[in-house]
C-alpha cells in the first residue's frame, strides 16, 4: 500500500534555530502533498497545500515566511520552520494522495509526524 | 462554513460495541472519512464512505450516513484494547482538495 515517510519523528532545537522537516512518498508520486499541524487535543490544522514545481498554497493565518514548504520533486516535500520559537513545538503531520484513488475520493495517506519541542 | 463536530471522549467495555458520533455542516460534502490516530503516530485511513451511500460495512466497522440531519457514524462491533486510539470523521468536497476534520474522539476501553 501507499506509504509516506517523515523525517525526523521527533526533534528537539533552541529558540531561533530553524528546523526541517521532510516527507516523502515512498512507492508513488505525488503532485500534492499537505502539511497539518496539531495541537495537543486537538484537531488537525491544515497549513498548507504543497505543489511539486510551484509554490505551496497556504492557508489563512499561516506564516508563509515562517513556515517555508518545498516541493522539489514527485515524492518529496520539506517544511522548514524558521526561526523557531517556543509557540512553534507542535506535532507536524504531513499527507499525500495517491494517484490510484477514486476520483473524488480525497483519500489521505499521512506520515507518522514530526514533534517539534523548541526550548 | 465548514465545520465538523465529534464529541471528545467515549468510554466502552471490551466486547461491547462503540458509536462514535459525528456531524457536518456542509451539505456539499462529497465524501465522509474516518480516520484513526494512534498515540505519537500519524493518521490511519479506517474507511470512507460517498455522500450518497446511507451505509457501509467492513468487517467490524459500520459507517451509517444520514444525509438530511447531517450525520456520521462509526461503529466498532466487539470493542477490543487495540481500538483504543482517537478516531477523527473528516469531509472533503468537490471543489476542493481540502480535508476537513473533526476534533477527535478519544475510545476508551475499560476492561
Known amino acids: 500500500g501507499a506509504v509516506v515517510s517523515q523525517h525526523p519523528s521527533w526533534v528537539i532545537c533552541k529558540s531561533g534555530t530553524s528546523v526541517k522537516i521532510e516527507c516523502r512518498s515512498l512507492d508513488f508520486q505525488a503532485t500534492t502533498m499537505f502539511w497539518y499541524r496539531q495541537f495537543p487535543k486537538q484537531s488537525l490544522m491544515l497549513m498548507a497545500t504543497s505543489n511539486e514545481g510551484s509554490k505551496a498554497t497556504y492557508e489563512q493565518g499561516v506564516e508563509k515566511d515562517k513556515f517555508l514548504i518545498n516541493h522539489a520533486s514527485l515524492t518529496l516535500s520539506t517544511l522548514t520552520v524558521t526561526s523557531a520559537h517556543p509557540e512553534d513545538s507542535s506535532f507536524y503531520i504531513c499527507?499525500?494522495?495517491?494517484?490510484?484513488?477514486?476520483?473524488?475520493?480525497?483519500?489521505?495517506?499521512f506520515g507518522a509526524g514530526s514533534r517539534l519541542t523548541v526550548l | 462554513g465548514e465545520d465538523v463536530e465529534q464529541s471528545l471522549f467515549l468510554s466502552v467495555r471490551e466486547g461491547d460495541s462503540s458509536v462514535i458520533n459525528c456531524t457536518y455542516t456542509?451539505?456539499?460534502?462529497?465524501?465522509l472519512y474516518w480516520y484513526k490516530q494512534e498515540p505519537g503516530a500519524g493518521l490511519q485511513l479506517l474507511t470512507y464512505i460517498f455522500s450518497n451511500m446511507d451505509m457501509k460495512q467492513d468487517q467490524r466497522l459500520t459507517v451509517l450516513l444520514n444525509k438530511k440531519d447531517k450525520h456520521l457514524s462509526l461503529r466498532i462491533a466487539d470493542t477490543q484494547t487495540g481500538d483504543s486510539a482517537i478516531y477523527f470523521c473528516a469531509e472533503s468536497m468537490e471543489r476542493d482538495d481540502k480535508i476537513i476534520f473533526g476534533k477527535g474522539t478519544r475510545l476508551h476501553i475499560l476492561p
Open positions: 499527507s499525500a494522495r495517491p494517484g490510484t484513488a477514486l476520483p473524488g475520493a480525497n483519500v489521505l495517506t
Open positions: 456542509d451539505s456539499s460534502s462529497t465524501y
